[in-house]
């Protein structure tokens, strides 16, 4: 604990010294070997260092492998001997440094440095800056960034061949340097075999680089990635001196990218007066190439026409490699059909973005040379550039530009350049290389086609060819669409996918205000979106075909204002979704939700209710043991009752994180237990500290420590202890009461049925006339062939005895107790017929009760009325107490096993009937 303290004092006072420090970069870093630190000066202080342990000293550290230096004014490079020798990486950017000398007037001389960031500074270009011997030591350096440091206004006349200086760069790998029109790299770069990564930094000014010839990147034989984009927000560059674009290439030479054999990587993105006839110029060069990822995303001006994509535009990428697509924000708004032949079958990832797709004119025919495509993006349809930025109205320079190279790229077409009547493209033998059918003809769909079923199901013997499906038109082997911000809606029906591999559909920021599904053949879905599409209206059965779902936004949508909730099976829509981990129900108008919607989602983890107007938890958590995260912020909640706490309680998770912010929680006596129950489970709130409960007496925004403490004071009265006493009180004698009922239950039954039911008159009657019945026969199911046999035989046919059977005799459509009651009522004597199978039934048991009651509060019954007959042996720890005190004081009949004793048995058994 000691050395701890003096460490701490130390790492103070280093950084009291450190903001003493305003003009020098600080000289203090780790003493552990290879510490990484991040030096400041002025009011920035060290950081990132592992440890406390610092050592002060003149100089840096000799262990600093990287130190940070950008964004503090430098106008020189700190001198040699003030940073470490053994430097590996060093950030010299965003300073005001205008050569590479530092501050003794001389280059650095560092043979560890592996990255040196110079970007965004002065340092021009020129051969005055690039001397021969700038780099002479840096023969370990890997990456150079030397970007944007040419300004708006530097204009560079004078022809510059920057060319000696790269030679002693043996190691580089990465360069980053600004595209300047009059600036080239000379032979010596040649030599740098390990160079296979550069950036042309599309910096805006007057020296920018409009073309590129042919012979441009000649001396980079080995580059494998390219990128030539410009500065994506180019357009916050207001000038005034010239009416064209000084942030953009202006054309590519055909045959410039050719050259580069290794390239796999291109990017040429946001030049906007490239347009698709530089585009066309450099996809014809790709088969020359080793291209993997091509993107041309935005290049053209934000209120340009819109354009047409033809086969002629794609034709060359069936020659090549290609795995990943980008053309984003180019105004395609058509397809030329048979566009799709041209994609190579290694295509993986296509992403056509924030384009202008007219509906019904995509190019979704010959979707088997698309095999190989996994990943599809179409989303912000119309989104185009022009409605975000805040050059609404800039005049769009090359709009005649644009008119001219469509016509250009169109002229194979003929004179119609109608985008609906564009023709079919046809192969051309010359590219051919036995990737595609000489004679294409367009899909046509089955002439038979089966609408919609009235009732909305899924099958697996769906016959896609004759039937309804949505999104049929697919990739075959796609497991990623996105669809995002593309104006479809405004029902998601009862879908069918033609093929079942998706994993990831991405639906947000639509118009689905109706979701009723189902959704078939998706059952490898993990990952849907439907968030952002204001729906009112969906059904319990939407997911029911998607048991892998992981994740499921349903974020920004209007379910509070659907009847969804007041449905009976409102409890089956996430019913299949047992793999979940991940739900958003968040901004979506729910005032409560039923207690078991999530009964069946054991896995999940993060559950979003927040945003909405809840007043409650309300729903159980019982089952989740991987739950994490319950987001219940920005809601209506005052107090947790009783029953949520339960809820909260009985969630098995220990990792289990609840957000209650907020929420105008109240600070009242009413929730004084939830308070009382917050504080004690403060562990599982996020940020409890932060919580405003409002208390009358203390405030508005008072925490929960304060709150509870308040209330213990100002709400401690004898009101709980009397409304204890009450409820003890009530329910002993709610106790007392039913062991009254439960001791005469059948003395009240006999008066219910006897006296209540049965009409004074007609009971008179009853009792004073001659019995319906001799005898009524009680006995268990197992012992009714005895009696329907036996007894009906020996009694009724041979003695002339009338039995009441309840099988035979009970009046159908009344209560068995009833029936039971007016039988025994009706009867002279009962009969009971003693088996082990009639102690086991509840309904002799009944029935002797009855018959007891019967014999003791009928005024009119004279003797005993009950006989027990004993069919089998039973033991005797088995017969009731209320049975066995009969038997003790009464005399009982045993049944004969047979033979001669039979008929004096049944002689016997009516004469005891009879008496």
């Not at 007894?791 to 009344?814: A, Q, S, W, Y």
Request: aromatic share 12%.
């Amino acid at each position: 604990m000691k050395d701890m303290a003096v460490r701490i004092l130390v790492y103070a006072f280093l950084l009291l010294h450190n903001f003493a420090q305003h003009s020098s970069a600080s000289n203090y870093c780790c003493s552990e070997p290879r510490c990484h630190c991040i030096i400041r000066t002025q009011h920035k202080v060290i950081a990132n260092c592992s440890s406390l342990s610092l050592t002060l000293s003149p100089n840096f550290s000799s262990n600093v492998s990287a130190v940070n230096l950008s964004e503090n004014y430098l106008s020189r490079i700190p001198a040699q001997r003030k940073l470490p020798e053994n430097l590996e990486i060093l950030d010299l950017s965003a300073n005001n440094l205008d050569s590479f000398l530092t501050e003794d007037d001389d280059f650095l001389r560092m043979p560890n440095l592996v990255s040196l960031n110079l970007s965004s500074n002065n340092i021009l270009p020129t051969m005055e800056n690039y001397q021969e011997d700038v780099f002479q030591n840096f023969t370990k350096l890997r990456e150079l960034n030397v970007s944007n440091n040419t300004n708006y206004f530097v204009e560079i006349w004078k022809n510059q061949v920057l060319d000696s200086v790269w030679s002693p760069l043996i190691s580089l790998e990465k360069l980053s340097i600004d595209a300047i029109q009059n600036v080239t790299f000379g032979e010596s770069i040649t030599s740098l075999t390990k160079l296979t990564n550069l950036t042309l930094a599309g910096q805006c000014g007057k020296s920018r680089l409009k073309t590129i010839k042919m012979d441009y990147f000649k001396p980079f034989p080995y580059l494998r990635s390219l990128d030539l984009s410009s500065n994506v927000y180019f357009n916050a560059v207001k000038h005034y001196y010239e009416k064209e674009y000084s942030c953009t290439l202006e054309r590519v030479d055909s045959g410039a990218i050719s050259i580069l054999h290794n390239l796999e990587i291109l990017d040429v993105s946001y030049n906007r007066l490239l347009g698709l006839c530089g585009f066309r110029n450099i996809s014809y060069d790709l088969p020359y190439t080793n291209i993997k990822v091509f993107k041309a995303n935005f290049l053209h001006c934000e209120s340009g026409i819109s354009l047409t994509l033809y086969c002629d535009d794609l034709k060359p990428f069936i020659n090549t490699s290609l795995r990943e697509l980008q053309m984003d924000g180019n105004h395609i708004a058509f397809g030329q059909m048979g566009l799709l032949q041209y994609i190579p079958t290694t295509l993986e990832r296509l992403s056509l973005r924030s384009n202008r797709w007219v509906v019904d004119q995509y190019t979704h025919v010959f979707l088997q040379f698309l095999s190989g495509i996994k990943y599809v993006d179409i989303s912000d349809l119309n989104d185009h550039q022009m409605s975000r930025t805040s050059n609404i109205y800039e005049y769009c320079y090359n709009f005649l530009a644009d008119v001219n190279c469509q016509t250009f790229r169109g002229k194979s077409l003929g004179t119609d350049q109608t985008p609906y009547r564009q023709g079919f493209c046809t192969m051309d033998r010359s590219i051919s290389s036995g990737k595609y059918i000489d004679i294409v003809e367009p899909v046509r769909e089955s002439e038979t086609v089966l609408a919609k079923p009235a009732k909305p199901y899924c099958s697996v013997d769906f016959d896609l060819r004759n039937l309804y499906v949505l999104f049929k038109r697919l990739p075959p082997f796609i497991d990623t669409l996105v669809l995002n911000n593309s104006r479809l809606g405004n029902e998601l029906t009862w879908t069918v996918f033609r093929n079942d591999t998706l994993e990831s559909l991405i639906l947000s920021h639509n118009q689905f205000y109706s979701m009723l599904g189902p959704i078939c053949n998706a059952t490898k879905l993990k990952h849907l979106d439907l968030s952002h599409n204001r729906c009112s209206r969906i059904s319990t059965y939407v997911f029911e075909y998607q048991p892998n779902l992981e994740t499921l936004y349903l974020n920004d949508n209007l379910l509070g204002n659907s009847n969804l909730f007041e449905e009976e099976n409102i409890n089956e829509i996430f019913a299949n979704q047992t793999n979940l981990k991940n739900l958003n129900l968040t901004s979506n108008q729910l005032l409560w939700l039923p207690t078991n919607i999530f009964w069946n989602l054991g896995k999940l983890k993060h559950l979003r209710l927040d945003n909405n107007k809840l007043s409650d938890w309300n729903f159980t958590v019982g089952h989740m043991s991987e739950l994490e995260i319950v987001n219940l912020s920005m809601n209506s909640i005052l107090s947790i009752s009783i029953g949520g706490m339960d809820f909260i309680d009985q969630c098995p998770s220990d990792t289990l994180i609840i957000d209650l912010s907020n929420n105008p929680l109240q600070c009242t006596c009413s929730n004084k237990e939830f308070i009382k129950w917050m504080t004690e489970n403060s562990e599982k709130f996020w940020k409890v500290d932060s919580y405003c409960f409002n208390c009358q007496g203390l405030g508005a925004c008072t925490d929960l420590v304060s709150a509870h403490q308040y209330l213990r004071k100002n709400c401690s009265s004898y009101f709980s202890l009397i409304l204890a006493s009450s409820c003890v009180s009530l329910a002993f004698i709610c106790f007392l009461l039913m062991a009254i009922l439960y001791r005469y239950r059948f003395k009240f039954r006999y008066w219910y049925y006897i006296k209540l039911r049965i009409d004074s008159t007609q009971a008179h009657i009853l009792d004073t006339r001659q019995y319906r019945y001799d005898a009524f026969i009680s006995y268990a199911d197992e012992d009714r062939s005895f009696v329907t046999r036996q007894m009906v035989e020996n009694l009724e046919k041979g003695k002339d005895i009338r039995l009441c059977i309840h099988h035979r005799d009970f009046m159908p459509g009344t209560s068995i107790i009833e029936n039971i009651t007016n039988a025994i009522h009706r009867s002279s004597k009962v009969v009971f017929i003693m088996t082990n199978s009639f102690l086991r039934s509840d309904w002799c048991l009944y029935e002797f009760d009855a018959a007891k009651a019967e014999s003791i509060y009928s005024f009119s019954r004279k003797g005993d009325m009950m006989l027990f007959l004993m069919r089998e042996k039973i033991i005797v720890r088995k017969i009731p107490k209320s049975i066995k005190d009969i038997l003790d004081h009464d005399t009982y009949i045993e049944c004969p096993d047979g033979g001669n004793d039979e008929p004096e048995f049944w002689a016997t058994l009516a004469q005891a009937i009879r008496d």
